[in-house]
């Protein structure tokens, strides 16, 4: 009798002990059905892509989170993807508000950095603000010659969204609500506000984020074998950040999304690509000072970020996810002003 109890409970502790587990493996796929599904898309891990850093990787007030020399950060291409908790939190948003761990490796900034003063006090505040300022210049107009495109607009993470389109901040497939729309928005006033004729790629090149420069890399590279005429490549992103000061700019009365540069230098012919960077930079500071927040720099970006492909090419970052879609898309009459202006000086 005594024995069969024994076994009796001894069943009951195990089936106990198997609920357990199945409930963890439960939760651990609900939370992290992302990275599994990325894993097992790849068969080998020799098969990843090898990147020194992660594009749109800021400075969070003093977390510094970047180690050039960190084999982990070798297989990471895109947001998502990192085995690494720090670079985690900056890429996938929603993160930080669930573990504030800090780090203290070093990354390489130019032109850009936070202060107490950006610390954000209200979620409607902003960090900056103009007086009246205006926007758009008739006297830029040209003829429109839809032959001769001059802008090319591409996302190698076409699914980036803003905070009020994406409640948990992740990404959306519809292009009305993400990066894609908002470039959208941007060629059609170059189009018919200045008459530059602008070509654009909405394609969802991160459908798997592991390998989203290569998937974006390739179609750019069939674009400029078919034609090499672009005076201005733009590989349009949203950042990651929960410092709505620092991200908004009040222009004109209306809250307005920062936009910020992100380089590599490391490629042959990086010049170029800087120097461009440096022109629009200098035209923003000029027309909207505190639009733009400057540069973020890397010495070997994934795939260095296309850039290698053409010097026009740059990396522009819109706001973040803590930007509502409509102050990104208030963001685009800036940057066509500033576009057309660095193209009529060209």
């Given amino acids: 009798m005594n024995t069969r109890k024994k076994d009796h409970d001894k069943s009951k502790k195990g089936v106990l002990y198997i609920a357990v587990i199945l409930s963890i493996l439960v939760v651990f796929a609900i939370v992290f059905k992302d990275q599994i599904y990325l894993l097992n898309s790849k068969t080998n891990l020799k098969d990843l892509e090898v990147s020194n850093s992660v594009e749109s990787f800021k400075i969070q007030s003093t977390d510094l989170v970047h180690n050039e020399n960190q084999v982990l950060n070798n297989f990471l291409d895109i947001r998502r993807f990192n085995l690494t908790h720090a670079i985690l939190s900056h890429e996938i948003a929603w993160l930080k508000y669930y573990d504030k761990t800090e780090t203290k490796d070093k990354v390489s900034v ?22 009246d300022t205006n926007v758009y210049n008739p006297s830029l107009k040209q003829v429109l010659d839809k032959n001769k495109p001059q802008v ?3 996302h190698t993470h076409t699914t980036e969204s803003y905070f009020n389109v994406s409640i948990d901040f992740k990404d959306s497939k519809e292009k009305k609500y993400n990066i894609s729309g908002v470039g959208q928005i941007l060629s059609e006033m170059l189009e018919n506000d200045y008459g530059i004729a602008t070509k654009q790629d909405d394609a969802i090149h991160n459908d798997v984020y592991v390998g989203s420069y290569k998937h974006s890399r390739e179609a750019l590279q069939n674009e400029l074998a078919c034609y090499s005429g672009y005076k201005l490549i733009l590989d349009m992103h949203r950042d990651a950040s929960d410092n709505k000061n620092a991200e908004t700019i009040n222009i004109n009365g209306e809250n307005v999304a920062k936009i910020m540069f992100v380089l590599d230098i490391q490629h042959e012919g990086a010049e170029k690509n800087i120097q461009i960077t440096n022109d629009l930079i200098a035209i923003s500071n000029k027309l909207f000072p505190g639009f733009c927040k400057g540069t973020y720099t ?13 010097g026009n090419n740059v990396l522009i970052e819109v706001g973040a996810n803590c930007n509502t879609l ?16 660095y193209l009529n000086n060209k």
């Fill in 298 to 310: 890397y010495d070997g970006g994934s795939s260095y970020f296309n850039q290698d492909l053409s």
């Fill in 110 to 131: 130019s032109n850009f950095s936070l202060n107490d003063n950006d610390l954000v006090k209200d979620a409607n505040s902003t960090a900056t603000s103009q007086a």
């Fill in 152 to 154: 090319y607009i591409y």
């Fill in 326 to 341: 409509e102050e990104a898309k208030n963001s685009q009459k800036y940057i066509a002003r500033i576009i057309a202006e």
